[in-house]
């Protein structure tokens, strides 16, 4: 890996960088889309290619399981498997521990799991995961961790965080000696749940195997924490962490999230929340989410613990604009109006295939926006005109303000009326009236 500052923000932690790996360069900060078994559910390779994007997630918990290594080592490793020309990175199924808990039992060798299809036991150790990633063929790998909810309290949170360190000497250890570290780029993934003392004794463990490390992850957060907590916790670690490696935060696809992640100094990040969303019909715009579902009741368990409730919006079964005009996604720029996509949302797959493209076109704007702001020093004013746009009436998130003024930015300056309101601030359309 070669990875290269080119740009900071005057006010906030903020920067852009050029990562070069095998398989291309990329620039950050970034949004990855998650393919967790070798596919953007309903798009193609091509598709996803031809929106700008060059680095993806998949996942090595699902993808050993199926189609499993052989089938991966015969095709020469993911990115010929899935057909994928750039950039990749794997997660170590460290996130599984926590999302199959029911199927998984810990111990200091590894996580043993009863797999969800069969019920045939497997034993991941770090070496294993290791071993899999390797096989998978990723540009960026992760270790192995020990992951526990970020509302689990007591002392599992501390033996997680040190058995997190334990076993990344075993990764750095098992991945030198295979000879693949120059084109394989390890990152260590931060624990120490939302306990500022722990995070700070595992950021001092990880820091000090920096030579061993290409980059870094701060993981165990999105799990139903309050986001007031979150973001310190993103701060703390950010602003510890090494200038000169990447910064990636796991789990984080909210725009809002993104956004005060960047500012926080953050560099990548990845959530299934944009595709997702996208097959129940929800539109991710400037101004906010938007429901084009007809009506119909769900509910979904999304990869940041929310739920969220979809109804139809008969308000959209008329409306012959775009999902956002100006939008250069395929679905925008064709003409597809919202009503068609209204009409079809729970009849048809087509529809959910457009509104994901448009959805990762939107995570894209947001973050090259963000580089394009940093690189021309305006990036307090993106900020100021993001939220603006985005929460509007609404008001702003509290923690959102928060965490802008640990950096210098203040959201409420220069808006004597707008309002502030408390929660996780996430916005949503739930019937005609909003």
Request: proline residues 5%; glycine residues 10%.
């Amino acid at each position: 890996m070669q990875f290269e500052v080119l740009a900071k923000c005057h006010t906030t932690r903020a920067r852009v960088s050029k990562m070069r790996l095998a398989h291309g360069v990329t620039m950050l900060p970034t949004f990855m889309p998650v393919a967790t078994q070798a596919a953007i559910k309903g798009l193609t390779p091509q598709q996803v290619e031809a929106l700008g994007v060059n680095l993806i997630l998949n996942n090595t918990y699902h993808l050993n399981l199926r189609p499993g290594i052989e089938v991966l080592k015969e095709a020469g490793g993911a990115h010929r498997f899935q057909g994928w020309n750039h950039n990749l990175l794997t997660d170590s199924g460290g996130f599984q521990l926590v999302s199959l808990s029911k199927f998984t039992k810990i111990t200091e060798e590894g996580a043993l799991f009863a797999s969800p299809f069969d019920g045939e036991p497997t034993m991941l150790t770090p070496e294993e995961s290791i071993s899999i990633q390797h096989a998978i063929g990723a540009d960026i790998i992760m270790q192995l961790d020990d992951v526990v909810s970020s509302l689990t309290v007591g002392p599992r949170v501390e033996e997680a965080m040190r058995r997190t360190v334990r076993w990344l000497d075993r990764c750095i250890e098992f991945h030198q000696a295979s000879g693949k570290d120059d084109v394989q780029n390890l990152f260590a993934i931060v624990q120490g749940g939302l306990d500022p003392d722990l995070r700070d004794k595992c950021l001092d463990e990880m820091i000090a195997r920096k030579n061993k490390v290409a980059g870094y992850a701060i993981g165990g957060l999105s799990g139903g924490e309050e986001k007031d907590i979150f973001w310190r916790v993103i701060k703390q670690c950010a602003d510890k962490l090494p200038d000169d490696r990447p910064r990636y935060s796991m789990g984080i696809g909210f725009a809002e999230d993104l956004l005060v992640c960047v500012a926080l100094g953050v560099d990548m990040a990845d959530c299934v929340f944009p595709t997702r969303t996208a097959r129940f019909g929800v539109a991710l715009t400037p101004t906010g989410p938007l429901n084009l579902r007809t009506t119909y009741f769900h509910s979904a368990l999304c990869c940041m613990n929310y739920i969220c409730f979809f109804t139809g919006l008969s308000k959209h079964a008329s409306d012959m604009r775009p999902i956002e005009e100006g939008c250069p996604c395929p679905t925008c720029s064709s003409g597809v109006s919202r009503a068609i996509l209204h009409h079809n949302a729970t009849l048809a797959t087509a529809t959910a295939h457009a509104i994901t493209q448009h959805n990762l076109v939107f995570q894209a704007r947001v973050m090259g926006g963000a580089r394009d702001a940093i690189i021309n020093g305006t990036f307090p004013d993106y900020l100021g005109r993001f939220f603006a746009d985005y929460f509007g009436d609404a008001g702003y998130p509290e923690w959102c303000v928060n965490a802008l003024r640990s950096v210098g930015v203040d959201l409420l300056e220069g808006r004597p009326g707008a309002q502030v309101v408390l929660g996780d601030g996430a916005k949503w359309e739930y019937s005609d009236a909003a």
